[in-house]
């Protein structure tokens, strides 16, 4: 049987993908690339916005009749399968819970059931040189516009695979020819809550595997990220392989929004923390959240949120406009007109492209060591990330090869320069 896999949303979703994709070609089944080839089409999801929801009813659409077998997973199969059916009645939902027995449960639904935890996607290279490691799922949090607390587990429940077998599996990935390694998660930050261990202790376990390869951490919440920052800092210091790259979701830099949001800091913690990693490693890149539009934001709570990022020169900004999400409680609230919400997502976004712009420009005229990570953007010229996690783009390079390039200009997205060595 061939098969094909769509993936909408985050890095744990792309994770879940490959494993599905492993489980299945274990099974004896063939990957191809076209949905129109295919036998069996799996569809995973995202329910994080209305605009995730709308690309997975319109590619069910586009894909579904009687000749193939539609299968749906991801996080809309438990926050809105209503939604799923619709668009395509004969669709079968394996909910999240069932990635790792994905090729046993074709012909039935699954609900209920915890995830095992024992399998991890392997390293195949089929793609590129880039490894993904799920670690963990679940969330300390309990925020009130947060859709993925209901299909993956969140209110303090967290489940985080072994760290020896996570160890293991990037060893045979870094053996096979992965030269960067991405651990993702729900809450990365909260990795090992629920085993007495943390974060820090896998990347020391990691960095004690041979070879040169990068390491990059996935999202890390304020709250969590504050028990062990110290040592993260301590740990990033002693060993080049881990990239300088914080993702920190601050989602508003107004204190009487996050209380609205249930975010349980204040937007202090946040810049504390922010400060404290320049200080070690001023030409790191941070990038945040933020949602704007939330209900219960005012223009003087959005000029809070606006001002924090120019105060802290946050390197990249993911600009939200809110979105309910259905058995959430920011959707019960009283919603932001949707005009309001786009002229303030247009100004974050303008506003948050000019920080990038000037924080790229103070890497003009240096020489960094990075890695040939994939083709440039639109297929010209080759992508290098630097140890911030930077991407240059450059005209000739190999792919997978260790460089130095020298930086010539910059972007707001990216900096432009020439392999040197």
């Given at each position: 049987m061939k098969f094909y896999v769509e993936t909408l949303g985050c890095w744990l979703n792309k994770a879940d993908s490959e494993l599905i994709a492993q489980r299945l070609a274990a099974a004896g089944h063939e990957r191809v690339r076209d949905p129109g080839e295919a036998d069996l089409v799996v569809l995973n999801t995202c329910a994080v916005r209305q605009e995730a929801e709308e690309s997975a009813v319109r590619f069910l659409k586009r894909v579904g009749n009687s000749e193939k077998r539609i299968v749906a997973s991801g996080c809309l199969v438990k926050v809105k399968p209503s939604r799923l059916r619709e668009a395509y009645p004969d669709v079968v939902l394996i909910d999240l819970n069932g990635i790792e027995e994905f090729d046993a449960l074709l012909n039935s639904s699954i609900t209920g059931r915890e995830r095992p935890m024992k399998i991890l996607p392997e390293f195949t290279g089929a793609r590129n040189h880039i490894h993904v490691v799920p670690i963990q799922v679940g969330c300390m949090g309990n925020c009130a516009f947060c859709a993925t607390k209901l299909a993956r587990g969140g209110m303090g429940w967290v489940k985080s695979y072994d760290l020896e077998a996570v160890v293991s599996n990037v060893r045979r990935a870094v053996q096979r020819g992965a030269r960067e390694?991405?651990?993702?998660?729900?809450?990365?930050?909260a990795y090992g809550r629920d085993k007495g261990y943390d974060l820090v202790d896998l990347l020391e376990s990691i960095l004690r595997i041979?070879?040169?390869f990068f390491i990059r951490m996935g999202m890390m919440e304020p709250l969590e990220l504050d028990r062990f920052l110290d040592r993260l800092i301590d740990v990033v210091k002693s060993d080049w392989r881990i990239y300088r790259f914080f993702h920190i979701p601050v989602q508003s830099g107004s204190d009487r929004v996050l209380k609205i949001m249930r975010r349980k800091y204040e937007a202090s913690l946040f810049r504390e923390e922010v400060m404290k990693i320049r200080r070690a490693f001023p030409d790191s890149t941070i990038?945040?959240?933020i949602i704007v539009?939330?209900?219960?934001e005012g223009e003087e709570d959005f000029m809070e949120s606006l001002q924090l990022i120019k105060e802290l020169e946050i390197d990249k900004v993911h600009v939200a406009r809110f979105s309910p999400r259905p058995g959430t409680e920011a959707a019960a609230m009283k919603q932001i007109p949707d005009a309001v919400k786009k002229a303030r997502s247009k100004l974050m976004s303008e506003e948050a492209l000019k920080v990038s712009l000037a924080r790229n420009k103070k890497f003009i005229g240096g020489t960094f060591n990075g890695i040939v990570s994939q083709p440039g953007y639109r297929g010209r010229g080759f992508m290098v990330r630097i140890g911030n996690y930077r991407p240059v783009i450059v005209e000739k390079a190999s792919l997978s090869t260790f460089v130095t390039v020298s930086v010539d200009d910059a972007t707001p997205i990216h900096l432009?320069?020439?392999v040197v060595d």
């Open positions: 390694i991405y651990l993702t998660g729900q809450e990365t930050s041979d070879g040169r990038a945040t959240d539009g939330h209900p219960g432009m320069g020439r």
